[in-house]
């Protein structure tokens, strides 16, 4: 039989024969590029960018020549994806003439064209190619990088290339290329050599030959290579030998392969980057050696490729190659020479992240190794050649940096001499291909010689080098590597197709339909029908083999069961066959497990080479057997296997198990027709217990396996004795069949077989492959297969403790006895035993229950990669109940024994490790660790369902721990494992790019409802109306506060017409009206800006909707409209300027940060009218407010500015700077400073700058530099606070403004440094600016600005001292922002009040406020909510005589001036209160918020203490305030002006910012801004910008963060309620303290916390652990603030059932001790949404009408529903019903495989294990089944069916079984159920311990003390055991 296989073996059949056609071929014919030059030529470039448009199809399509077909290549590869993963099918790379095209197709050959390119000149090569885009040069970022797909079209003197992201790059080439290879970092090139390139002159270097370029951007840069010479120095050199060709290079390894012409031999190289000691090795020889003629030498390469880049270039001037977008220069005489310009290519410099400093790399174009080979012109050489230029041009120019090479090539190999007679070819094909076992081959086709020559070579141990090893020769035409089975095709001379792997030969491929090479064969047979007939090509096969009916075909080869009908002769290798007119030619386009093959008369065919093996079952065991092999071993068995598998007419319809049971016997000496199960084999395959292979081929011919199958049939049995046949003295055929009388003799076994000596290792390995497939679910029919294989095998080498095992597991299919083969005792010694080999059989299910029972086991064995699912077992069991934490994080773990083939120590050595249960860690940590560990290592849902229910339990029971209390910032995978949407979506969400995510949309409210909608817009519709109505859902108030913000419509002028006004008087005083209630809706803007904060993402296409600011009016009754520009009355110029600035920036600030907006949007936006000009500077300052500024290019920045337009400028600089906030960054430094005098030098032409502008360039500087504390700046602001007047009117007005503008930026620039501001001691900084606010005498002007001052100013009369007036603001403000939270009492000293009443005369009232607010911003800890605190600011002499304010006359001192009293007590307690206000922004403190409602509402200060409350309330919408902001609202007129509406509307917008989304932050930076924002002197009227700038109101954006918590439902993706628990920090204040929101709710500021959590019991926990760094709560407050949030199951949420009494838990209260009957299915479907439940309630739990006993049945289902649906456990559904099952298929006694009851066992084992009961003692009421009472039914069920079994006779059994006889076989089923039950050892254990003579029950418990047997099966066994003869029951 063996020998039949050696035959059969020669022939493996392909399959999937199509015909072949390059796709692009026909795509070609139809694609419009058969364009006229002439036509392009004459079209205006302008024409062009209608890319092959009309113009183009005019030229006919007959113009493709003949001879342009020729040229026509292609090559393919094997598909990738988008995404980058493989994908099967081919991508095709075509190459015609002009054109590439680039088709993708599938299995089924339906290619598609992906992408086509058509270019101006002949295409020279197209290849694919990956760029890195690295962020760093060095080699060992290199796995980090990104990589750049691209399509590489090479024309003649440029190079194409097109990204898959639609980038397109166009690098023209200095010479001409040769060839261009794709590498793992980038393109390589060679240059072509021409004659005429010889240089003049001897000194000259040679010119390299190869160089690279690293990424479309970069430099072509010459390669280095470095070769270890002879006296073993390596050199260093750049590549210059013509005679080196490349003919092979490869990506992974780096490996080039050249071939020497000279020499006539292949050398390998490694490919790799360039260390920087050889960088400058190479570029060293400039600089030694004394000699001119050296230098010359090495700058004669920079020089002679730079000869270009100075634009001289002789064809055509720099500017026409620019003539076109595309670069494609018109001048037909040379093919154009389009370069980048330097300034392009420095841009490009930059974008690839060099910085500008590094000149090196910043080059000036790639010109420079132009050697004018495009083009003999003479004026050329003379410029590029003449030593003249070499000497001035070269060495002399500033710009002749050196060329630093990037890659770099180390010698590897070179094969050694050949025969000299021979002469060498280069190579033809070369290709890398690797064995069965993984060996790797360099294998390369001379085709000279007909040899393809494998050098074998490996990795070193450190994977850094390679080492090439002996070369093979195999004889060879033509050859191709199928990578997907680790072989190759080698066409040999003969015109023989055979497969190769490795160097070893397989054997030859048979094609059906294709002659095979031999014509021996004397019957000429009828051409079988192939499936080629059926394939529907457009011109079938058979037209295209010629007329192939006649020729002789070879029949495929029958399977033969008698070596002796088959010849050699068949196969007669070198006979020819020319006159059949068709034969393979080459072999072509290797992908995956296709190829093509050419054939001679040109037409090509594309075949697969069958894959190995397509069961998993036999994969597995093949990858066991190959791993556990010599590698020589291993190879021959796989080359056998392969050749029987894929032979022709092979197994398809075999069970591939069977074949392979079949040849593995074979192979390891059994006969397997004479062994009984393997001859009984049924080859048809319909009782296959393995899935049959995908597509399985109809075999042409029949097999003899027919015919023996009609032999062995009954019906053939009865024809024999039939009487007719006797009559007819018809012999009897001889049956194969013995006769049972044979089946008894010993068959033996053929020792000299390959794998004869391995059979105990390929036992094993098998063994621990059925182990693996004992823990999946899915392979019950894969096991039981092989099982029946382990058995023979066991039995033959005499394990009986395997048998044994076996028996136990499977007790129906394994019998006690059986057929034996016996090995011959002298062959038993050469088996070798390997050293991994143990006499027990290892168990999973056995290690897994020794560990719940806390027992010791040894190391289990496992094979890597094979065994996966027992190794993850094994250490999950380890980790989570042993609580051994080093188990999974080392590799060489003590539980795993990794089984490979080098001795190691023996087993019996390793001694039992008894495993005990740790306390170290907290046990849910210990959870945490295994589920985070198992999605490491890949583990998820779909394996965890397939595990055996008892293995699966210990890691269900951790994900339950992990799922009550997991961990807010695990990964996405760990959260879906662990069953928490809310948490995955959340994790999910997270890693989107930002952008509108899907949150967003969860999140926004539809159009609003068509009311709305015809009016004007107000601005306000985008608002998040769904959270807004959560979070104030008992009122209308937002509703009320559009209705206040809102400035679109017209007001409404109620004045009565008294009788004696005239008309005209009326319509005047009318107008009077109007303007006051103008002066309000002026203000309004400011305030919608905060109120829509961040609450739109604008459409890309359409331009931002600015509400528009209605100044008219309407009069009741008539309704009549009131116009200001009537001229009836006088109304300010410019009034609305201002308004329409802020109504901008109101605009502008709707858009959301994580909005996609770009460049041209914002330029998109500008209006058309002048008149909107000042809302489109506000829209600017909003989008640098929001961060988008920063995407503005810096172009269109300046375009703004010379348009000098004010507003434009104020916008976008404040803009600019806010968003570059402290970045000091230098081009917005530079943009600024040209707006302010001091910054420029002295001696620069003074530019008019608008005053305004002016400060909000040093504003902007404060911002750029915000806590920097540059030196620089800080000086110049500092000397600007106290800025004179110029001497003509410049700086004469508005100087207040200017002067706080610098004292806020150099409070902003120091923000925070206090004392410690490094290297400014010598400014005296605190000391300068306590001067200007208190006055006196004028410091020397120092720096470099004294001499604009030195003339007095003709206007304003200061004298020397300083006008305190102007610089008192700014200084206060300096001091406060620069102690900020400094609590230096000191400087906080000298802000106090004046306490004398001399001193407070010299003081005015509002610089108090001012001086107490900084004086308690500086002492910050100080500042307490209540009102002791504010009086105590006020020094004592007011406080003592403000009480007299109202007292009537009292007498009081006359120096004592009572109004100065009683204003300075108004503003110092103002001053607190806005101090308070800034200490508690964004708090909600209720102190703060009582202690400002308290007595402090006087009128004067009223808008102060207003600002402070909504500040402290601010995004709360808290009610008290809303009504006082409207109280305020309704006031206009007197004493209202325009500053105290933009007060109260601050404040209206304050206290809903953002919608309730955001607070404000008390972070040193945010205080800054909103003591900008919040400067309590506020504009008389709109025009109004003399004491402070009105633009810097919007600073507060600044401080305003997102904090707004929403709960979205993840299954309606709804808002919803949740409870939230939100722990603080303890601070000196107070204590760690709890407190339970109900979310959606600001939360706190988030360093004032340490932990949130969702609290149940409506909703599954989810804790926030702030300890660990706020990172990720950061990220889901700016995602809108979006929590997940997932309902528990049986519970309603708060929307529907606030109280809480609609749960499934509260209806069966009432009934509690029936509650699974209360529970009615129809229910469940309010609880949960689980499809899989809602569908087991409908089908299993429903009753029908006759119920009979299936009622019992139904009422189990439903409350183990129940429980499960309670519980939240419903993956422990399946666990219960398998329980039942197997309960009750064990009382019918009809288990006939005992997994079930292991499972059930192992269950139990682990609800009473040690560690279990630990986790119980911690969390009472936790625990998958534990509040059940199913369990101990089960346990009592088993126990009982068990007992009456040994009762009913089963006692005899256990009695035979245990004294080793045959025990009958109607109970073998349940004596192996009682053995696993009760785990009683085998009866090879018993003897040691005497199992005789035992008197007593307490003697034997001893005894069986060491067996580890529990003693509940002692009890079982004892009767048996003591003799008794009646058995003892529990």
């Known amino acids: 039989m063996s020998n039949f296989y050696e035959e059969r073996a020669t022939m493996i059949a392909a399959g999937d024969l199509q015909e072949f056609v390059p796709f692009g071929r026909d795509h070609c014919k139809h694609h419009p590029n058969a364009l006229n030059l002439q036509l392009r030529q004459l079209q205006p470039a302008s024409e062009l960018w209608s890319s092959d448009g009309a113009a183009g199809l005019v030229g006919s399509l007959q113009e493709v020549t003949i001879h342009e077909k020729q040229k026509e290549s292609w090559q393919l590869r094997k598909g990738v994806s988008e995404i980058g993963e493989e994908v099967d099918y081919d991508e095709e790379l075509y190459v015609a003439g002009n054109m590439v095209i680039w088709s993708k197709g599938s299995k089924s050959q339906a290619l598609a064209v992906y992408k086509a390119f058509t270019v101006d000149s002949p295409v020279q090569q197209a290849l694919w190619c990956d760029f890195i885009i690295s962020q760093d040069k060095s080699e060992k970022d290199y796995g980090s990088d990104e990589v750049e797909k691209c399509i590489c079209i090479l024309q003649s003197s440029c190079i194409n290339m097109h990204s898959i992201e639609g980038k397109d790059y166009i690098a023209s080439l200095p010479f001409q290329v040769a060839n261009v290879w794709p590498t793992k970092y980038g393109l390589l090139f060679e240059r072509s050599s021409s004659s005429h390139e010889v240089p003049p002159g001897p000194p000259r270097e040679p010119l390299p030959t190869m160089f690279s370029m690293l990424h479309p951007l970069d430099e072509i840069t010459p390669l280095v290579c470095k070769s270890g010479s002879l006296f073993g120095s390596s050199r260093v050199q750049y590549v210059v030998d013509h005679a080196m060709k490349i003919v092979f290079l490869n990506t992974d390894p780096s490996v080039v392969m050249t071939y020497d012409t000279v020499q006539g031999l292949h050398s390998v190289w490694a490919l790799r980057r360039v260390k920087t000691e050889e960088e400058n090795v190479v570029l060293k020889f400039s600089e030694q050696g004394g000699t001119p003629q050296n230098v010359a030498t090495s700058s004669s390469l920079t020089a002679h490729l730079r000869s270009l880049s100075r634009g001289d270039s002789p064809v055509a001037s720099p500017f026409q190659n620019y003539s076109s977008i595309h670069s494609q220069s018109r001048s037909a005489s040379s093919p154009s020479l389009h370069s980048r310009s330097p300034s392009i290519s420095n841009m490009a410099a930059l974008s690839r992240a060099h910085s500008p400093a590094l000149g090196v790399h910043s080059f000036s174009g790639v010109q420079r190794f132009n050697l004018s080979s495009h083009n003999q012109s003479p004026k050329r050489h003379s410029i590029s050649h003449s030593p003249n230029s070499n000497s001035n041009g070269s060495f002399l120019a500033p710009e002749t940096e050196p060329i630093v090479p990037e890659l770099c090539m180390d010698h590897l190999w070179t094969e050694t001499i050949t025969n000299i007679r021979e002469k060498n070819s280069q190579a033809s094909k070369v290709f890398i291909t690797s064995d069965l076992c993984g060996q790797k081959f360099l294998c390369f086709l001379v085709e000279s010689q007909l040899q393809l020559r494998c050098v074998k070579f490996q990795e070193s141990n450190d994977k850094t080098q390679l080492i090439f090893g002996s070369v093979t020769n195999i004889q060879a035409k033509d050859a191709a590597p199928v990578e997907k089975i680790d072989t190759m095709l080698v066409l040999e001379g003969s015109g023989n197709l055979v497969l190769y792997t490795g160097v070893v030969r397989v054997g030859k491929v048979f094609i059906p339909g294709l002659p095979a090479p031999s014509l021996t064969m004397s019957n000429t047979m009828p051409r079988p029908s192939t499936p080629l007939d059926s394939v529907s090509t457009p011109n079938p096969l058979s037209k295209l083999l010629g007329s192939l009916d006649e020729a002789v075909l070879l029949s495929p080869v029958p399977e033969l069961r008698d070596s002796s009908k088959l010849h050699d002769s068949l196969y007669n290798e070198d006979c020819t066959f020319q006159q059949l007119g068709t034969y393979i030619h080459s072999i072509r386009d290797p992908v995956h497990n296709r190829v093509t093959l050419e054939l001679s008369n040109g037409s090509m065919v594309r075949i697969t080479i069958p894959e190995i093996a397509t069961s998993e079952l036999v994969q597995t065991c093949l990858q066991a057997i190959k791993f556990i092999l010599p590698k020589e071993v291993a190879v021959q068995m796989l080359v056998k296997w392969y050749s029987v598998h894929s032979a022709p007419g092979g197994p398809s319809y075999h069970s591939e198990w069977n074949l392979f049971v079949t040849c593995l016997m074979n192979m390891m000496g059994y006969n397997t027709d004479r062994l009984a199960w393997t001859r009984n084999f049924d080859f048809e395959g319909s009782l296959s ?12 011919t029949g097999s003899d396996d027919d015919w023996e199958y009609l032999l062995n049939s009954d019906y053939h049995q009865n024809v024999e004795s039939h009487l007719l046949n006797r009559s007819l003295c018809l012999s009897p055929l001889e049956v194969s069949q013995m006769k049972d009388e044979d089946l008894s003799q010993n068959l033996s076994l053929d020792s000299s077989t390959l794998l004869f000596t391995h059979i105990p290792a390929i036992f094993f390995v098998l063994h621990l492959v059925y182990e693996e497939l004992k823990l999946n679910t899915l392979m019950g029919e894969g096991i039981r297969s092989l099982v029946e294989l382990l058995v023979q095998l066991a039995r033959d080498l005499k394990l009986e403790a395997y048998v044994d095992h076996y028996y136990r597991d499977y007790p129906a299919l394994v019998r006690t006895t059986g057929q034996v083969c016996t090995i011959d005792q002298g062959q038993t010694g050469f088996m070798h035993h390997p050293s991994f080999f143990t006499s027990e059989p290892p168990s999973i299910y056995q290690w897994v229950s020794s560990c719940l029972k806390g027992e010791g086991m040894p190391p289990y064995p496992y094979l890597p990669v094979i065994c996966e699912r027992s190794r993850l077992v094994v250490l999950s069991i380890a980790l989570y109940i042993l609580g051994d934490e080093s188990s999974v994080s080392d590799e060489s773990s003590q539980y795993l024994s990794r089984i490979s083939i080098a001795p190691q120590k023996s087993q019996a050595e390793q001694e039992e490790n008894r495993f005990s249960f740790r306390h170290s860690t907290s046990v849910s940590s210990l959870a945490e660790r295994l589920v985070v ?17 008892g293995i699966a339990l210990p890691i269900r029971d951790a994900i339950y721990h992990c799922r009550e209390q997991p961990a807010s910032d695990w990964p996405e995978a760990v959260c879906l494992l662990i069953g928490r949407q809310d948490l995955s979506k959340q994790a999910c969400e997270g890693n989107l790019p930002k952008g509108k995510s899907s949150v967003t949309q969860v999140l926004s409210s539809d159009v609003p409802s068509g009311t709305e909608t015809e009016e004007e817009d107000d601005g306000m519709n985008d608002m998040n109306q769904e959270v807004m109505s959560l979070i104030w859902s008992e009122d209308l108030r937002v509703q009320d506060v559009r209705r206040l913000l809102q400035s679109a419509h017209p007001v409404r002028v109620n004045v009565v017409q008294y009788p004696e006004l005239s008309d005209h008087e009326f319509i005047e005083e009318k107008e009077n009206r109007l303007l006051q209630l103008c002066q309000r809706t002026m203000a309004l803007p400011v305030g919608r800006g905060m109120f829509t904060l961040f609450s739109y993402h604008p459409v890309p296409t359409e331009p931002l909707p600015i509400p528009k600011l209605n100044l008219t009016g309407r009069a009741p009754p008539r309704n009549t409209t009131v116009d200001l520009n009537s001229g009836n009355i006088d109304v300010p110029p410019n009034m609305t300027s201002w308004a329409s600035f802020h109504n901008g920036v109101a605009a502008g600030l709707k858009i959301a940060p994580a909005s996609q907006i770009d460049s041209a949007w914002i330029v998109y936006n500008k209006p058309k009218h002048a008149e909107l000009a000042n809302e489109y500077a506000g829209f600017l300052m909003a989008l640098g407010l929001n961060g988008h500024l920063t995407k503005l290019a810096t172009l269109n920045i300046h375009d703004y500015l010379t348009k000098g337009h004010e507003m434009t400028s104020i916008g976008l600089l404040l803009g600019v700077s806010a968003a570059k906030l402290g970045t000091m960054d230098m081009s917005i430094t530079r943009l600024l400073s040209i707006h302010i005098p001091a910054l420029l030098p002295p001696t620069s032409t003074e530019l008019d700058v608008p005053h305004n502008v002016q400060v909000a360039a040093v504003v902007g500087i404060g911002l750029v530099y915000q806590g920097t504390a540059h030196r620089h700046t800080a000086e110049v ?17 508005d100087r207040e403004s200017y002067s706080l503008a610098a004292g806020l930026a150099l409070g902003m620039v120091c923000l925070g440094h206090g004392s410690n501001l490094i290297g400014m001691s010598d400014l005296n900084v605190p000391e300068q600016l306590y001067q200007y606010m208190v006055g006196g005498h004028r410091r020397f002007q120092a720096g470099m600005h004294r001499e604009k001052h030195k003339s007095p100013s003709y206007q304003i009369k200061e004298g020397d001292t300083i006008n305190v007036d102007v610089t008192c603001p700014g200084a206060t403000l300096a001091l406060a922002m620069i102690y900020l939270k400094t609590n230096n009492r000191s400087i906080a000293d000298w802000l106090r009040a004046p306490d004398t009443m001399y001193l407070l005369d010299f003081v005015k009232p509002e610089f108090l406020l001012l001086r107490t607010l900084a004086r308690c911003l500086i002492l910050w800890d100080d500042i307490l909510p209540n009102s002791k605190w504010v009086d105590s600011n006020v020094p004592q002499i007011i406080r003592e005589n ?58 004067t200060c009223l808008s102060v203490v207003l600002l402070s409350l909504a500040m402290v309330m601010a995004g709360s919408g808290n009610l008290k305030v809303l009504q006082l902001c409207r109280f305020l609202h309704m006031k206009t007129g007197g004493e209202m002006n325009y500053g105290f509406h933009l007060a109260h509307h601050m404040a209206l917008g304050l206290l809903f910012l953002g919608g309730g989304r955001y607070s404000l932050s008390t972070s040193n930076s945010s205080i800054a801004a909103l003591l900008c924002a919040l400067y309590p002197h506020f504009p008389a009227h709109s025009t109004d910008n003399r004491y402070h700038l009105q633009a810097l109101r919007h600073l507060y954006v600044l401080a305003a963060e997102p904090r707004l918590l929403v709960p979205v439902d993840v299954d309606t993706n709804t808002p919803c309620y949740a409870l939230l628990e939100v722990t603080y920090k303890g601070t000196q204040w107070y204590e760690q303290t709890k407190e339970e929101l109900m979310a959606p709710t600001l939360l706190p500021e988030l360093h004032l916390l340490k932990q949130i959590k969702v609290k149940g019991p409506r909703y599954w926990e989810l804790l926030i652990d702030l300890s660990k760094g706020t990172q990720h709560l950061k990220s889901i407050l700016s995602k809108d603030g979006v929590l997940y949030v997932k309902l528990r199951a049986g519970q309603l949420s708060y929307k529907e059932d606030p109280m809480g009494w609609q749960s499934l838990l509260a209806q069966t209260v009432a009934n509690r001790n029936s509650e699974a009957r209360a529970f009615k299915p129809e229910t469940i479907s309010a609880f949960t949404s689980d499809p899989a439940l809602l569908s087991f309630a409908e089908y299993f739990c429903k009753p029908t009408v006759n119920m009979g006993q299936k009622q019992e049945i139904l009422d189990l289902f439903s409350s183990v529903l129940y429980e499960c649906v309670t519980q939240e456990t419903p993956e422990m559904l399946p666990a219960y019903i398998a329980m039942d099952q197997a309960v009750r298929r064990l009382g019918r006694r009809e288990m006939s495989e005992t997994s079930e009851l292991w499972q059930i066992k192992l269950v139990l084992e682990f609800f009473s294990s040690r560690s279990h009961q630990e986790r119980l003692q911690n969390h009472p009421k936790r625990g998958l089944f534990m509040n059940s009472e199913f369990l101990p039914v089960v346990k009592c069920t088993i126990d009982n069916t068990l007992d009456q079994w040994l009762q009913a006779g089963g006692d005899g059994c256990v009695h035979a079984y245990l004294n080793g006889q045959p025990c009958e076989e109607s109970q073998l089923k349940m004596l192996a159920c009682f053995l696993v039950y009760h785990s009683v050892p085998a009866p090879r254990h018993l003897p040691s311990i005497g199992l005789e003579g035992n008197t007593s029950f307490a003697e034997l418990l001893f005894k069986f003390k060491q067996l580890k047997m529990p003693v509940r099966a002692l009890l079982r066994l004892a009767p048996l055991l003591l003799g008794n003869p009646q058995p003892m029951l529990m």
């Open 1442 to 1499: 403000s009480i007299s304010l109202s007292e009537i006359e009292l007498p009081c001192s006359e120096d004592l001036n009572l109004e100065t009293l009683s204003q300075a007590h108004v503003y110092i307690i103002a001053g607190a209160c806005l101090s308070l206000g800034f200490r508690f922004a964004g708090s909600e403190n209720l102190s703060a918020f009582n202690c400002l409602t308290g007595p402090y509402n006087l009128e």
């Open 1277 to 1293: 602001l500092l000397a600007e606070i106290g800025r004179p007047p110029g001497p003509e009117m410049e700086y004469c007005t």
């Open 689 to 700: 217990p393995v899935i049959a292979p995908k597509k399985a081929r109809p075999s042409e």
């Open 933 to 949: 560990w198992m999605t490491n290592v890949g583990f998820a849902l779909r394996d965890l369902e397939t595990l055996p229910f």
